[in-house]
């Protein structure tokens, strides 16, 4: 129950997203037997293709192919892997080596849909904020303020544009309530019609974006999930319920 492949993107029109679907290139097919395709999403992404809604949220273990994805869908909208905007993408530092898998795939563009674009990405969000700062008039003191604090601030100036935003673990400069205003900020652009949104999150807070289509990437491929049946909300559900039988795992002896 509140599971079922994901090729398709159920019956929100998408005719004006900027992405309304990724699909393999005919001309140029992966190699299956190659990173990153060896990955059961990514082959079933190669495969079967992937239809995008308003807003789209991965989650997943680490090393199950979020961050590929996201990174490929960002590199395919004309977005640097390093995180910035489509007019900033030169801006930061420290990326990780490229995938192979944008050159493999193509997108589907909505009809008359914005070709603007913001990626968001953990490990070089200080970098492209302190270009930012060097950049822009009356800009805030970003680099003065905590790391959460900044990440919203950006979120606030960027996030009020039409396009598409991708995040990359956007949580792990947040608090909860810092969670909850990212969560509020993207719900209120998904339900305004003016972006569309794809998140690859470890945080079931963030999971719960309303409104998403909630896909669990596994050695099962990419798979619909309902909210309540994903791994990380029964984990988390389990933790708190009784953290003991956690812990005593992990204390030294």
Known sequence: ????????????????LPVRRVEERPDRPADRTAWPATLAPVRQLLDEGLDLGPATVLVGENGSGKSTVVEALAALFGLSSQGGTTHTAHWGHGARDASPLPGHLRLVRGA??????Y??????MHATFEALLERVERSPDRLAQSHGESYLSVLEDHFDDSGLFVLDEPESALSFSGQLALVGVLAAQVAGGRAQVVVATHS?????????????????????RAWDD?????????????PERYLRHVRPS
Request: net charge negative.
């Open 1 to 16: 129950m509140g599971r079922r492949r994901a090729g398709g993107g159920g019956d929100a029109p998408t005719w004006g």
């Open 112 to 117: 008359g849909a914005s070709r603007w674009g």
């Open 119 to 124: 990626f968001l990405r953990a490990e070089t």
């Open 204 to 224: 079931p807070l963030v999971a719960a974006l309303p409104g998403a289509r909630v896909l669990e990437l596994s050695e099962d491929g990419l798979v619909e």
């Open 230 to 242: 994903l791994d990380v909300v029964a984990h988390w559900r389990s933790f708190l319920d009784a």
